[in-house]
């Protein structure tokens, strides 16, 4: 979720919490009046050195603890969690259904269309997706993902690559493939809504393509921290 963040407001609000930290941790290992007179009171360098090195790894470690974790308890704040997730970035964890409809028709001639689930694990630092047919027929397995913004009008873009796997096959069907899909997630009421499209290597071995459109719809948000 990081990259959907303003850059320069990150990086200002990271390099201040570090100053800041350090020089609390100068402050508690030689005292304030130590600090403000080096004229006076020299500390050995090495002291110095341990002091700020354990202070940047005290730091780095409340940054991962707080993008893997700490963050949700923001969002789910009253006044200030409605605020974070309308004008920085939605918390996209939960379950989603949809459909995706395919270009590639069936034996009648008609295009196919499946019911899918997808469920989105989310914090500062990975997007994780996982989709799958109700149907039972497709599994899909994301190797890469990425959440971003839209240059054209800032929303969201939740962009990924996945391969998928059909367990039983039908004679005119692949068994593995791979693929990538582009949705724009935007609000719906109270509910995210994902519309995109998606396009496959499958049936490529037979001089074919499949591609689509997606669209989904979140149903339960997932709570655990």
Same mark, same amino acid.
């Given at each position: 979720m990081w990259r959907v963040l303003p850059l320069l407001w990150f990086v200002k609000l990271l390099s201040l919490l570090l100053s800041a930290l350090i020089v609390a941790g100068l402050a508690i290992t030689f005292g304030v009046d130590r600090i403000w007179t080096p004229a006076t009171v020299n500390p /050995?360098?090495? +002291?110095?050195?341990?002091?700020?090195? *354990?202070?940047?790894? $005290?730091? *780095? $470690? *409340?940054?991962?603890?707080?993008?893997?974790w700490l963050w949700k308890w923001l969002w789910r704040t009253p006044r200030l969690g409605k605020a974070l997730d309308t004008y920085l970035c939605p918390d996209l964890n939960g379950k989603y259904t949809g459909t995706i409809s395919s270009n590639y028709a069936d034996e009648s001639g008609n295009p196919i269309e499946k019911e899918v689930e997808m469920?989105? /694990?989310?914090?500062?630092?990975?997007?994780?997706?996982?989709?799958?047919?109700?149907?039972?027929y497709q599994f899909s397995r994301v190797?890469?993902?990425?959440?971003?913004?839209?240059?054209?009008?800032?929303?969201? *873009?939740?962009?990924y690559v996945f391969e998928s796997e059909v367990p039983k096959a039908v004679e005119t069907d692949d068994k593995r493939f791979f693929g990538a899909a582009r949705?724009?997630?935007? &609000?719906?009421?109270? +509910?995210?809504?994902? &519309?995109?499209?998606?396009?496959?290597? &499958?049936?490529? /071995?037979? $001089?074919?393509?499949?591609?689509?459109?997606?669209?989904? &719809?979140?149903?339960?948000?997932?709570n655990a921290m």
């Open positions: /050995q360098f090495s +002291d110095v050195f341990e002091t700020i090195s *354990l202070t940047i790894l $005290a730091f *780095l $470690a *409340l940054v991962y603890v707080s993008g893997k469920e989105i /694990q989310a914090d500062f630092f990975r997007v994780s997706v996982f989709v799958k047919s109700v149907d039972n190797l890469v993902s990425e959440l971003s913004k839209d240059p054209t009008d800032n929303g969201l *873009l939740l962009i949705i724009k997630l935007t &609000r719906g009421g109270s +509910d995210l809504i994902g &519309r995109g499209h998606y396009w496959t290597d &499958r049936a490529s /071995q037979r $001089a074919k393509s499949t591609a689509g459109f997606i669209e989904i &719809r979140r149903m339960t948000h997932n």
